[in-house]
C-alpha cells in the first residue's frame, strides 16, 4: 500500500522525454519523476543490504532515468521495499500481483530510486510493437541500428518495470525466457542474430492484476515465464469491506484537513467499494489518491455527496446504473 496509491491514470506526475545517446546506443526514454522530497526517509528502509547504490555505476545518460523524489509507501509492515530488494539481490527478477491502486509500479520507483538504478517501464497493455522494444534499422538505406527499450536494459542495467504484465504478447514474453534464466542473454533477431549478454546489474520486475475478467486482455503467465520468477508477492488494499486502517484514516485527515469523523466515512465507504470490486460487482476499486481527491473538494466545501459526484461516483463507471449503486452504497455508509 503506498501513500497516494495512485495508478498509472491517476499518478500525479512530470513527464520528461530524454534522448539517451552513445556510440551503440540512440533512444528517446519517457519516465516520470514522482513530485517529493523522500532522500531524508531513505533511512526508514534496510534496502542497503541487498541492493547497495554505492556500488553501482552508469553513465551520466543511463543515470538520467534514475527516479527522483518518490513519495514514501506506506504498509503494515510487510516490508515490500526491503523483500523486493532481496528478490532482486538473489534472482535478479521477481513478480508483483495485486488489484489496481494497491501501489505496485509506486513501490517499484521507490526501489529504483534507494537502489541508484535506472528504471525502464513498459506498459504491456499498450500497443507497443516489437520495434519499440527490440530495436530497428533506420535511415534512407536503414543503416542505422535503433536498441529497442528491452535491448537497451538488457545492455546498460537498470530495473525493467514490466506493467500489466499478463497483458503481455506472447511473441514477446517467449524472447525474454532467455534473457531470465541461466543462459542470460537474447538474441537480437532483427539484426544478424547478435548475441547480446545480460548486463550483470539488470534486474526484471513484473507486475499484474489478477486475471479475472474486470480486467479484459488479462490471461495467465505462461508457465515458462511463471517459472522463472522466484519471488511472487502479493499486493492488496489496507482497507477492505469491514477492515478499516486507521492510518489511511490518518492519512487522508492529514492531506486534507478534513475532520476525522469525515475522514472515516470516506475510508469506509472506500473499502466497501473495493470489497466489491474485488468481488466483481464493481468495475473499479479506488486507490487512497483517489479518496484523498474526494475528500479535497469535502475540505472545500462540498458535501460528502456533493463531492462524490464530482469525483469517486464518476471515477468508478460511465454506466448510469453502476452509478447508483455506488450513490447507494456511500448515502448507507456516510449516512447522507
Not at 503481455?168 to 534473457?179: E, S, V
Request: charged content about 25%.
Amino acid at each position: 500500500m503506498t501513500e497516494l496509491q495512485e495508478g498509472t491514470s491517476s499518478r500525479i506526475k512530470e513527464t520528461v522525454t530524454s534522448k539517451v545517446v552513445d556510440q551503440k546506443f540512440s533512444v528517446n526514454v519517457t519516465f516520470s519523476k514522482m513530485k517529493r522530497n523522500t532522500h531524508a526517509l531513505s533511512k526508514n528502509y534496510d534496502i542497503k543490504k541487498y541492493l547497495d547504490p554505492t556500488k553501482f555505476t552508469f553513465s551520466p545518460e543511463i543515470s538520467e532515468l534514475i527516479p527522483k523524489d518518490t513519495p514514501p509507501y506506506l504498509d503494515n509492515g510487510e516490508k515490500y521495499v526491503e523483500r523486493i530488494g532481496r528478490a532482486l539481490s538473489f534472482f535478479r527478477q521477481c513478480a508483483l500481483i495485486g488489484p489496481s491502486g494497491t501501489g505496485k509500479t509506486h513501490i517499484v520507483y521507490l526501489v529504483a530510486e534507494l537502489a541508484g538504478l535506472p528504471l525502464w517501464e513498459i506498459n504491456c497493455g499498450l500497443q507497443t510493437s516489437v520495434f519499440d522494444l527490440f530495436g530497428r534499422y533506420v535511415g534512407l538505406g536503414k543503416e542505422n541500428w535503433i536498441d529497442g527499450l528491452i535491448v537497451s536494459w538488457c545492455r546498460h542495467g537498470g530495473i525493467l518495470y514490466l506493467d500489466e504484465a499478463n497483458m503481455m504478447k506472447q511473441d514477446i514474453a517467449t524472447r525474454l525466457n532467455p534473457i531470465l534464466d541461466q543462459r542470460g542473454h537474447m538474441v537480437l533477431t532483427e539484426k544478424d542474430n547478435e548475441i547480446i549478454q545480460r548486463h550483470p546489474n539488470a534486474f526484471l520486475i513484473i507486475s499484474m492484476n489478477p486475471v479475472s475478467s474486470e480486467f479484459a486482455g488479462t490471461k495467465p503467465i505462461n508457465a515458462a515465464m511463471r517459472r522463472r520468477m522466484s519471488v511472487w508477492l502479493n499486493f492488496d488494499y489496507m482497507s477492505v469491506g469491514t477492515k478499516i486502517d486507521e492510518k489511511e484514516v490518518d492519512l487522508v485527515t492529514m492531506k486534507t484537513g478534513i475532520s476525522q469523523s469525515d475522514a472515516e466515512k470516506i475510508i469506509k465507504v472506500g473499502a466497501e467499494l473495493r470489497k466489491q470490486y474485488k468481488s466483481g460487482e464493481l468495475p473499479y476499486g479506488p486507490s487512497v489518491g483517489d479518496l484523498i481527491n474526494w475528500a479535497k473538494i469535502v475540505a472545500d466545501g462540498g458535501t460528502i455527496l456533493s463531492a462524490a459526484e464530482e469525483t469517486i461516483i464518476a471515477l468508478t463507471s460511465d454506466d448510469i446504473e453502476v452509478q447508483g449503486m455506488v450513490r447507494k452504497i456511500i448515502k448507507k455508509i456516510a449516512e447522507v
